[in-house]
């Protein structure tokens, strides 16, 4: 019911930087907690960063900590995850999702953007 449509992914080199964005659509984007997960070739998807509703917790995966920011705009139903520092390990199709808190799970799903990250 609710449409996530990601952009920003690309190719860029090692050392370089992306931000990638994800807008909502819907009138109750400020109820979701927001996700980043990527899925490498040959890889289980993975997360990489969540995002409160508020925006005021942010929690990262251990390989992109220092490197990767979420944030978010509420008024502009639109999550971003800014990619700093890129290796090519990074290089995956990125998701962005969203849950309804408490609970765990995250319901809706975008179509993913692809970030390829040569050496």
């Known amino acids: 019911q609710v449409q996530l449509v990601e952009s920003g992914g690309g190719l860029v080199q090692a050392g370089g930087s992306l931000r990638l964005s994800c807008t909502a659509s819907g009138r109750t984007f400020s109820t979701y907690s927001m996700g980043w997960f990527r899925q490498a070739p040959g890889k289980e998807r993975e997360f990489v960063a969540g995002i409160s509703r508020s925006g005021d917790t942010t929690d990262y995966a251990g390989s992109v900590k220092g490197r990767f920011i979420i944030s978010r705009d509420n008024a502009k139903n639109t999550v971003f995850l800014q990619m700093n520092s890129l290796k090519p390990e990074d290089t995956a199709v990125y998701y962005c999702?969203?849950?309804?808190?408490?609970?765990?799970?995250?319901?809706?799903w975008g179509q993913g953007t692809q970030v390829t990250v040569s050496s």
């Open positions: 999702a969203a849950r309804i808190p408490p609970q765990a799970r995250y319901i809706y």
